[in-house]
């Protein structure tokens, strides 16, 4: 069975441009989370999305938002971007989304802002 | 503010040998402990996870300790094997989600 997949793997934009990164959970999960790594740093929660509704948002400023599809994918999208929007992005799937449930992260989207 | 703190940052351990990582967490409303390892170019990984009604859990030669009254929990990673060389982190959450507060890593280096 194939894992969290997510597009692109890399990604350069320049300051002030939008970004939109993609995720496919694993099959039959419904809940996807999207994480933000800054080099040497733990993942951040940035969403969490169920059923196609937003279950909990971090501490991330509103240029950030997500959706969630009817096939359970989904989208993670960066307007203006910053600097310090250079990192990695990790999409993260589980069947439900509840902490019993065990999550799968995928390899992530490392975007770089020049 | 850092909700869960590793330390030590990096640790160098011969093949065989034992690598602890401890980790320390301020809210005590966390009900759910994991830890998981990430190499590089990879998503993080869970290794094993443990609920602070038990002190310790045990999964091959993983093994998390849990000391709910001093808010700090440890990875024990018995016999390391230079396939273990990679970054841990250690994270808490909330019950009823998956919003995980991670801590910053520990890159542990087996030698052979």
């Given at each position: 069975?194939?894992?969290?997949?997510?597009?692109?793997?890399?990604?350069?934009?320049?300051?002030?441009?939008?970004?939109?990164?993609?995720?496919?959970?694993?099959?039959?999960?419904?809940?996807?989370?999207?994480?933000?790594?800054?080099?040497?740093?733990?993942?951040?929660?940035?969403?969490?999305?169920?059923?196609?509704?937003?279950?909990?948002?971090?501490?991330?400023?509103?240029?950030?938002?997500?959706?969630?599809?009817?096939?359970?994918?989904?989208?993670?999208?960066?307007?203006?971007?910053?600097?310090?929007?250079?990192?990695?992005?990790?999409?993260?799937?589980?069947?439900q989304?509840?902490?019993?449930?065990?999550?799968?992260f995928?390899?992530?989207?490392?975007?770089?802002?020049? | 503010?850092?909700?869960?703190?590793?330390?030590?940052?990096?640790?160098?351990?011969?093949?065989?040998?034992?690598?602890?990582?401890?980790?320390?967490?301020?809210?005590?409303?966390?009900?759910?402990?994991?830890?998981?390892?990430?190499?590089?170019?990879?998503?993080?990984?869970?290794?094993?996870?443990?609920?602070?009604?038990?002190?310790?859990?045990?999964?091959?030669?993983?093994?998390?300790?849990?000391?709910?009254?001093?808010?700090?929990?440890?990875?024990?990673?018995?016999?390391?094997?230079?396939?273990?060389?990679?970054?841990?982190?250690?994270?808490?959450?909330?019950?009823?989600?998956?919003?995980?507060?991670?801590?910053?890593?520990?890159?542990?280096v087996?030698?052979?």
């Open positions: 069975d194939a894992g969290v997949t997510q597009s692109p793997t890399h990604l350069i934009k320049t300051r002030g441009q939008h970004v939109t990164l993609r995720c496919s959970p694993i099959s039959g999960h419904k809940s996807v989370s999207w994480y933000q790594q800054v080099l040497g740093q733990g993942p951040q929660f940035i969403f969490q999305y169920y059923e196609k509704e937003e279950r909990g948002r971090g501490n991330f400023p509103d240029r950030f938002s997500a959706r969630q599809f009817p096939n359970y994918s989904s989208e993670l999208n960066v307007n203006a971007l910053l600097l310090g929007d250079s990192a990695l992005y990790l999409c993260a799937s589980s069947r989304a509840s902490t019993n449930e065990k999550l799968f995928g390899s992530g989207t490392q975007l770089s802002v020049l | 503010q850092q909700q869960v703190k590793q330390s030590p940052q990096s640790l160098i351990v011969q093949k065989g040998g034992i690598s602890i990582i401890n980790c320390a967490y301020e809210n005590t409303a966390f009900d759910y402990f994991p830890w998981y390892q990430q190499f590089p170019g990879k998503g993080p990984a869970l290794l094993i996870a443990i609920r602070p009604d038990v002190s310790e859990k045990k999964e091959g030669r993983f093994t998390i300790s849990f000391n709910k009254s001093a808010k700090q929990f440890s990875l024990h990673i018995m016999d390391s094997q230079p396939g273990d060389s990679a970054t841990y982190f250690c994270a808490a959450s909330i019950g009823g989600n998956n919003r995980l507060a991670f801590g910053k890593g520990n890159q542990v087996v030698i052979p």
